[in-house]
């Protein structure tokens, strides 16, 4: 229904404020704030109207506050004799209806004309209805040119995410690469922030790191984000964010919904999922002295033999002041017999049992690290095969996420048709990548777990006897497997390959390797690696 306006004679208008406005500082040619300004002048000497302010500002239309919008409007309500405004054509003035009250109530009360030069229209308090008509579709019109726009723009969004396309600046470790005339936009390593943000991951995985001293190491290692103005150190909110970013692993997280890119990763996805189970609670080190916590050798490796119970650690103190520490069964299922057992004697059948039998010269070492490597280019040609075959694999699915996508923008196929077949593309898509992770350099990986556990095994001895109770606590955790207290003896398995180490005498046929070892020694090299971390840890303390 068209706006009626009371009809009196207007009062005369001689003067005039100019408002020019762009969006964006890239604006189109014919638009930008210096050809509306010159436009707006050449049409007040047209008319006679004296020019008392002028506003150039850069701001949506349609969104935010509009500022100095507002701020001409109150000057103009300010001035004593009525003020035209000025503006090169309605869009540029507004593009929603929101501020139509605010300025029809300063028409009305004759304190403003508007003029829009492109449009040849003025509106005054006597307006007629076609008039105030026009004004009233130039708005409609610009709303709806944004409403067409912002489809257009989610509409290129979607499709650059689906390739794998990250949008908006990258997390701390990488770097944003402008776009150019040959080249496109991209996301790189940040070759100094990078290697930091994985030791903060690798740190906080072995869960004897906390939040706040990550912070500490961050502003140690001056880890900053490199859109920080004045380089202040990653604080607490955003290392927890960055943890919790699987960015870091190879997926984005667009609106809720995850889904791969194509940057480099920083981290495993199972190093992401090992500090995502620290965050939860699920799996921390145990406290140290500085927190009020002590820490036992055997500590939640133990369970009693006859109930299946937990068996714990307990210190005991003899009247001389010195210190014990025993172990016993905590009796869940009521009572059982299992008595007091020391530490002492424990640590003792291990080494009379395992580490003393692990004899292991320099030249036994080298024979083994070279059984490894032969063992290894035998297995290098299958290993080519199998990643041949999970390439053209990877090629087809890719093939046909191109089609689905096309079918969609085609309007073939609806919305949800198009996020169920990405889904079961992205679950097929990590299938592969994850079969590809564990054997495209399989030889390479195990090589090195193999020759790290070496050189851990081959000191054992001197290491429990050298270390504190956290540090013997990692080790029997990496060597021993389903332990057992029954009376005064532990019962236990040794986990590969130290079974192999005991009276070793010669390295022929030791490492034989199958495919299907491949989740064994992944766990292992993760806690080799874990071991390592934590020594490093209480070396520091």
């Given amino acids: 229904m068209a706006k009626v306006y009371r009809y009196a004679k207007a009062a005369p208008c001689t003067q005039a404020v100019i408002f020019a406005r762009v ?8 638009a930008s704030l210096d050809a509306q300004k010159a436009a707006m002048e050449d049409y007040c000497v047209k008319k006679g109207l004296k020019i008392v302010n002028k506003y150039r500002v850069i701001e949506s239309s349609t969104n935010g506050k509009r500022v100095v919008f507002h701020e001409m409007l109150d000057f103009v309500r300010k001035q004593k004799n009525k003020t035209a405004i000025v503006v090169h054509c309605i869009d540029r003035f507004q593009r929603r209806f929101n501020e139509c009250v605010e300025v029809e109530t300063l028409l009305l009360d004759d304190k403003i004309d508007i003029h829009f030069c492109k449009e040849d229209l003025i509106l005054t308090k006597n307006s007629s209805s076609a008039d105030i008509m026009r004004w009233d579709m130039g708005i409609l019109s610009g709303k709806m040119y944004v409403a067409n726009l912002r489809d257009n723009v989610n509409r290129g969004m979607e499709y650059k995410w689906s390739n794998g ?3 908006t ?11 150019t005339k040959t080249t496109p936009a991209n996301i790189i390593l940040d070759p100094e922030r990078a290697p930091l943000v994985k030791k903060m991951f690798e740190m906080y995985a072995t869960g004897c790191y906390s939040i706040k001293s990550l912070q500490q190491f961050a502003k140690e290692m001056n880890l900053c984000s490199i859109r920080s103005k004045n380089h202040k150190p990653l604080g607490r909110e955003t290392i927890w964010n960055t943890l919790k970013n699987p960015f870091y692993y190879g997926e984005m997280k667009i609106r809720g919904e995850i889904m791969p890119h194509k940057y480099e990763p920083i981290i495993s996805k199972a190093l992401f999922e090992q500090v995502q189970e620290v965050l939860s609670g699920k799996n921390t080190c145990v406290p140290t002295r500085e927190y009020g916590g002590i820490s036992f050798a055997f500590r939640k490796l133990i369970k009693c033999a006859e109930c299946g119970g937990t068996i714990s650690s307990e210190q005991h103190f003899k009247k001389s002041g010195r210190k014990y520490t025993y172990l016993r069964c905590t009796h869940p299922k009521g009572c059982c017999h299992q008595g007091l057992v020391s530490e002492l004697q424990l640590l003792k059948q291990l080494d009379d049992e395992v580490f003393s039998k692990i004899r292991l010269n320099a030249n036994i070492i080298d024979l083994l690290k070279k059984c490894v490597q032969k063992k290894m280019m035998e297995d290098s040609e299958a290993n080519a095969v199998m990643k041949r075959q999970i390439t053209n694999e990877l090629n087809q699915l890719e093939a046909r996420e191109q089609r689905v996508k096309d079918c969609f923008f085609n309007g073939d196929i609806t919305r949800d048709e198009w996020n169920e077949e990405k889904a079961n593309i992205a679950s097929k898509r990590e299938e592969l990548q994850h079969t590809a992770e564990k054997y495209a350099d399989i030889s390479r990986d195990i090589q090195y777990t193999v020759n790290e556990v070496l050189d851990i095994a081959a000191c054992a001895s001197e290491i429990m006897k050298k270390a504190n109770p956290e ?7 990496l060597i021993l497997d389903e332990c057992y207290l029954d009376g005064e003896r532990l019962i236990y398995k040794l986990k590969k390959p130290f079974d192999m180490l005991i009276n070793l005498k010669n390295s022929d046929n030791w490492f034989e390797f199958d495919k299907s070892d491949v989740p064994e020694y992944e766990s292992l090299a993760n806690q080799v690696q874990m071991y390592k971390i934590k020594a490093e840890v209480n070396v520091a303390e």
Avoid at 23 to 30: H, L
Avoid at 169 to 179: A, D, E, Q, T
Avoid at 471 to 477: A, E, K, T, V
Wanted: hydrophobic content about 15%; glycine content about 10%.
């Fill in 169 to 179: 600046k990258s997390p701390v470790g990488y770097l944003n690469i402008p776009k």
């Fill in 471 to 477: 540090q013997q606590n990692n080790l029997l955790g």
């Fill in 23 to 30: 969006s964006t500082k890239e604006q189109e040619p014919g």
């Fill in 165 to 167: 396309e990250y949008q």
